[in-house]
């Protein structure tokens, strides 16, 4: 018998995909499992091109960057924060897509809890100072 | 592996000339094992008639529930072996954040709904969240999964004797997915079908129903033909019929699920409507040995 992902990162996949919103998913383990195409536009490579990506990877394919510019280390990210912790975390940063541009984004991110434990952590970024976060 | 389909309608009992050759009762099917173990999968309505059928009641029984939606449950305290003290049954079903299995059961099996409450039922009677790992049942490995409905829902998966039977009532994988593209381990309930000799799965509404009823936990026929395909299962049975459906409605139905199933590349005989009483007896298979050399 093959084995399905957990039911919530199946219903959060299915949300995030309809979403305007760019957003991340990552399992219990902290693998980068899934991002929807809002976030796509916003790091300039959709997921389908990328795939799953490791934990302790993905961070650094993006920067991310603090306001001076400096890596912010991955611990600190607030995806590794809500999967790790099991808390919300929320943080202002800087996110460099694939042509090099960098965007400033607000992140919030809170774990997906189930009566198993947690399963993962859902990421939402907020372009900084605009009022839609669909960036449109 | 003896299946019997004792209640194979969703939502509501519904009795009545105009649904006699699929049946009017709610969810359950009858599973004799190998060994001559018993599971009934769900308690609706049909439990009754399996309890009455049973000519010698077993000393321990399984009900193995998907979920507690009344249309799941309420042939429970109907359940004849439920009123005999020489009886066990252990009743299993999906952990919730909110309340035991017991707790949450005994909101139905209680004053004002009941007569009776579980704790003045004669049989020994358990309850137990359904573990995340395989377990055993008599000659079966049972292994359940949480999948897409509406509360904390289960489906499942035995295999006994090398044949292997799935059972997901009430399910709907196709919410805001495209059960044909998606990779398999993204599709809800994927993993318990997967090669099953017989799969029992919801097909409550004609495609042109489902619009109205998206998000309601349950499938088109489309997106029951589309999961069956990506499961590859040898025989599917549609299941969970709605209330709303006749027979004359039904054997519509299954005649497009056939001719559907046979553009898709399938045999056309693979595919049934769930009938009420009907009966599948699921072949014991030599497995062959891994020879360890």
């Not at chain 2, 979920?67 to 079903?93: K, N, R, S």
């Not at chain 2, 056939?258 to 009907?278: F, K, Q, S, T, Y």
Request: charged share 20%; proline share 7%.
């Amino acid at each position: 018998m093959t084995t399905q992902k957990p039911l919530e990162l199946i219903l959060a996949r299915n949300l995030m995909s309809a979403l305007s919103t760019p957003a991340f998913l990552v399992d219990e383990g902290g693998v980068l499992v899934f991002y929807n195409e809002a976030a796509g536009a916003l790091l300039g490579k959709r997921f389908e091109e990328l795939g799953t990506v490791g934990a302790e990877e993905w961070g650094s394919l993006f920067g991310p960057f603090d306001e001076a510019g400096e890596p912010i280390p991955y611990d600190e990210l607030p995806l590794v924060v809500a999967v790790r912790n099991g808390r919300p975390a929320h943080a202002d940063l800087q996110i460099s897509s694939a042509d090099g541009t960098r965007h400033r984004v607000e992140v919030s991110a809170f774990p997906i809890l189930t009566p198993h434990g947690s399963q993962g952590a859902i990421a939402v970024f907020w372009p900084a100072g605009s009022s839609n976060g669909a960036g449109h | 592996m003896k299946v019997k389909l004792w209640g194979t309608r969703g939502s509501i009992p519904s009795p009545g000339p105009e649904t006699i050759r699929y049946g009017g009762n709610t969810s359950c099917v009858g599973v004799t094992l190998a060994d001559g173990s018993m599971l009934a999968l769900d308690a609706g309505t049909g439990i009754r008639s399996l309890g009455l059928a049973l000519a010698q009641e077993p000393a321990r029984l399984h009900i193995l529930l998907t979920h507690l939606h009344l249309d799941h449950i309420q042939g429970l305290v109907f359940f004849a072996p439920a009123f005999q003290p020489q009886t066990e049954i252990v009743i299993w079903g999906p952990a919730s954040p909110e309340a035991s299995l017991r707790d949450r059961i005994a909101r139905y099996i209680s004053a004002p709904l009941s007569p009776v409450e579980v704790r003045e039922l004669p049989c020994d009677v358990s309850f137990r969240h359904c573990p995340q790992s395989e377990w055993e049942i008599g000659s079966a490995r049972i292994s359940a999964a949480s999948v897409s409905h509406r509360g904390p829902t289960l489906g499942y998966r035995i295999d006994d004797g090398g044949s292997s039977l799935a059972y997901i009532p009430d399910h709907e994988p196709a919410l805001g997915a495209d059960l044909d593209s998606l990779e398999e381990d993204w599709i809800s309930g994927l993993g318990l079908a997967r090669n099953a000799s017989l799969l029992i799965h919801d097909g409550q509404y004609a495609d042109a129903e489902y619009p109205d009823h998206v998000g309601w936990g349950h499938s088109s026929l489309s997106h029951a033909l589309s999961f069956a395909r990506r499961a590859e299962a040898e025989r599917t049975v549609l299941f969970h019929h709605d209330p709303m459906h006749s027979d004359e409605r039904l054997d519509r139905l299954s005649e497009e699920a056939r001719e559907r199933w046979g553009a898709m590349g399938g045999n056309p005989e693979a595919i049934d409507l769930a009938v009420e009483r009907a009966e599948y007896e699921l072949p014991t298979r030599m497995v062959s040995a891994i020879s360890a050399t």
